[in-house]
């Protein structure tokens, strides 16, 4: 069905200089396309490191920005202007110095922010990284957004205090699942891993069996010798995995982001095609949320 497209799209990667980085819930055609694939901390360190003229980001909009940020010098694009994450828009940067006011803390930008935001944090991070974030900044107090849970998950990894900003910020595909799923789960597969992404609420981290990002999720997968494993996630990562895997790859209860399934082939080609939807920011806010991410860096 994707044949032809697939075809073009690697005629038109050559012919521009052009790479692809898309994202574990990217459609499986699009990761088949593309010249990486992993979670928002490894695009991060792909991005940083392309050698190309073009990088046509397969995620959401606050990736494609900080694909842009940390590449002024080539052109980004994304499929589709739609791809707007929706916890993106839960905070902005008024809240943030309002927040850092108040409680006289550091602000940890979760990467799931818009540029304006990060250029206000004093570093940012992932959910591959958030707890050695934390960890290693000189600080017992933090402020962290905008996921909550997150928060949460970065506290219990390091024993200090995490503030939310907002308080119940929240990722919708992850928030969904519930404590019930996960005891459903349980009765109906006595002999699975239950493994859950650190957005999902503390009562389902309680209950699983490892919690981690989607790039930990696939090492968790190649790596343990659990044989048949229920993920929480988005159902992306878990149509990649019952492709490269042999083991049984169940949902916890199918989530689907539809902001990352905005990206379709025929947007892929458009963009690289027309070079459109380019994503362009600010130069000064550009510089200042370069040094939140560059931080994040040197802390991992």
């Known amino acids: 069905m994707f044949a032809e497209q697939m075809f073009d799209i690697e005629r038109l990667k050559r012919q521009k200089n052009a790479v692809i980085l898309a994202h574990n819930y990217q459609i499986l055609p699009i990761q088949g396309v593309a010249d990486f ?3 928002s901390f490894e695009l991060s ?5 392309v050698d190309a003229d073009i990088i046509l980001f397969c995620g959401v909009d606050f990736m494609a920005e900080t694909a842009a940020i ?3 010098d080539k052109k980004v694009l994304i499929p589709s202007t739609e ?3 929706p916890m993106a828009m839960q905070i902005d940067a008024e809240m ?3 927040a850092k006011e108040k409680y006289n803390a550091p602000f940890v930008a979760y990467v799931n922010t818009h540029a304006e935001t990060k250029a206000v944090a004093d570093v940012c991070c992932t959910s591959a990284n958030v707890a050695k974030v934390v960890e290693n900044l000189d600080a017992e107090r933090v402020l962290l957004g905008p996921d909550a849970n997150l928060a949460w998950y970065a506290a219990e990894k390091t024993g200090k205090e995490v503030i939310a900003v907002p308080q119940y910020g929240n990722c919708c595909v992850h928030q969904s699942f519930t404590a019930k799923d996960v005891l459903t789960a349980r009765e109906k597969h006595p002999d699975a891993t239950i493994i859950v992404h650190p957005e999902c609420r503390p009562e389902v981290q309680k209950l699983a069996d490892f919690v981690g990002s989607t790039s930990q999720m696939v090492r968790f997968v190649e790596q343990n ?3 048949k494993v229920i993920i929480g996630t988005e159902i992306g990562l878990i149509e990649r995995l019952r492709q490269q895997s042999d083991k049984t790859i169940l949902p916890l209860k199918e989530s689907v982001c539809r902001a990352m399934k905005r990206n379709t082939m ?3 080609v458009k963009a690289l095609v027309e070079e459109r939807n380019v994503v362009r920011v600010d130069e000064k806010i550009a510089e200042r949320a370069r040094r939140a991410i560059e931080r994040m ?4």
Do not use: T, Y
Request: contains cysteine; negative net charge; hydrophobic residues 45%.
């Open 37 to 39: 694939v992993g979670d």
């Open 45 to 49: 360190m792909a991005a940083k490191d």
């Open 70 to 72: 940390l590449n002024p």
């Open 83 to 85: 791809a707007i994450c």
């Open 96 to 98: 943030v110095k309002k």
């Open 225 to 227: 010798d659990a044989e």
């Open 266 to 268: 025929d947007g892929v």
């Open 297 to 300: 860096f040197e802390l991992c």
